[in-house]
């Protein structure tokens, strides 16, 4: 009975302090508010009813009168950007810059976003200008980074590189895997000028950068095959496998072609059969499938398009399956399944896709870097497609 009297007079007690408080709070709010300037609220009745420009000069007006209120103007800053209204953006960022009394990390905060609004209006020398000028302070990895993307847009790759290099010493984080593309984007440029010893030497420095990248290798091969070192060429593309298997299928026709023209085309049909046991896919059967019929025999690739169904079922699968059904048909039949295999060809023929797994971004053709988020290696070698059971 002692402890319920106690509650009693303990609850009263309690509800009596809570009230008290919220009336403090209530009278903290309205002397804030009353504290504002009225550019404040002008501003903010510009800004819903949309009067930006009008809203942008009521806010610097509040910046003038007092110097706490520049979190609103990055706010709005910021907010203009997002809306793609990046002249508007400049203009608030600007402004910012402008005010001598400014305090020095502000200053920085304010030239990064003015670099950020540069940069998605597409003036990225002017970007470029105001990321260089933070080299050092709390926004200097994320201008680095910045940087990094501005040189990767514009495909240069050496300062891509030197950048890159600058943010692993600052333990940003590990650009290893993208410095090994841009030197690949090297490799690429020289390959394409003929400078096969430069485009060798890019692609050392690739490897050294990220051991396992094999579009280095895939490209290695390729230079191999334009200085006619065909075994090299199959060396280096066999080695694709033991990195990373996924990437089969960029090398397979490549493969067979150096095979056949070292007249061992049996010996690299023999190799893709070995492929598609241990590494089976439906792009690699694809592209193997011609091939195996051709060296070894229509039987051996309707087996392996057998197999492959019965463990990954897809459409590609079933193409190849009626091509291989359609040769040893009877000719009342033949009409039927060839039939099937062009309206399979025509229902498939825009259906593959490779897909960014980082944003999702579709493509019909596989790319090292994303047209979408511009990431690097972020596509699976293989097409996505509908499965034949859905």
Same mark, same amino acid.
């Given at each position: ?42 501003? !903010? ?54 005010? =001598? ?32 000028? !933070? ?7 994320? /201008? ?19 950048? +890159? ?46 051991? +396992? ?12 095959? /334009?200085?006619?070192?065909? =075994? *090299? ?18 090398? +397979? ?18 190799? !893709? ?14 592209? *193997? ?13 309707? /087996?392996? /398009? ?22 040893? +048909? ?49 596509? *699976? ?10």
């Amino acid at each position: 009975m002692d402890l319920d009297f106690w509650w009693l007079l303990v609850i009263p007690l309690i509800f009596g302090l809570g009230w008290m408080a919220a009336r403090f709070d209530l009278k903290h709010l309205l002397a804030e508010g009353t504290n504002l300037p009225r550019s404040y609220f002008r501003g !903010l009745n510009f800004l819903l009813s949309e009067q930006h420009d009008k809203a942008i000069d009521a806010f610097i007006e509040v910046a003038k009168l007092d110097p706490e209120t520049t979190e609103l103007h990055f706010a709005l800053g910021n907010l203009f950007r997002r809306r793609g209204e990046t002249e508007r953006a400049i203009r608030v960022h600007q402004n910012l810059l402008n005010r =001598t009394d400014l305090p020095v990390v502000e200053r920085d905060h304010a030239l990064y976003e003015l670099g950020q609004d540069f940069l998605k209006a597409g003036l990225f020398d002017r970007a470029e200008t105001a990321f260089e000028q !933070l080299a050092a302070g709390i926004y200097a990895s994320e /201008a680095q980074r910045s940087l990094l993307t501005i040189y990767s847009i514009q495909k240069d790759w050496q300062r891509a590189i030197a950048i +890159a290099e600058r943010l692993e010493v600052l333990g940003v984080q590990s650009c290893r895997q993208q410095i090994a593309q841009f030197y690949c984007e090297l490799a690429e440029e020289a390959l394409q000028r003929k400078q096969l010893e430069q485009a060798r030497s890019e692609l050392e420095r690739s490897l050294v950068a990220h051991p +396992a990248n094999a579009r280095a290798m895939i490209l290695q091969g390729q230079v191999e095959l /334009a200085l006619g070192n065909l =075994t *090299a060429a199959i060396d280096a593309w066999m080695q694709i496998e033991k990195e990373n298997a996924t990437y089969l299928p960029l090398v +397979a026709e490549k493969l067979m072609s150096a095979h056949e023209k070292l007249g061992l085309a049996e010996q690299g049909s023999r190799l !893709l059969i070995d492929y598609l046991e241990r590494h089976a896919s439906h792009d690699l059967l694809d592209l *193997a499938y011609p091939y195996i019929a051709a060296h070894q025999g229509v039987e051996a690739a309707h /087996a392996l /398009a057998r197999a492959q169904m019965q463990k990954a079922p897809n459409l590609t699968g079933m193409i190849r399956l009626l091509e291989a059904q359609l040769a040893n +048909a009877e000719m009342e039949r033949r009409s039927e399944l060839e039939l099937m295999r062009r309206l399979l060809i025509q229902r498939t023929k825009n259906l593959p896709r490779y897909i960014c797994r980082d944003c999702g971004f579709r493509a019909r053709f596989f790319y090292w870097q994303c047209p979408g988020c511009r990431g690097w290696e972020t596509y *699976a070698s293989c097409r996505t497609e509908p499965m034949a059971h859905s």
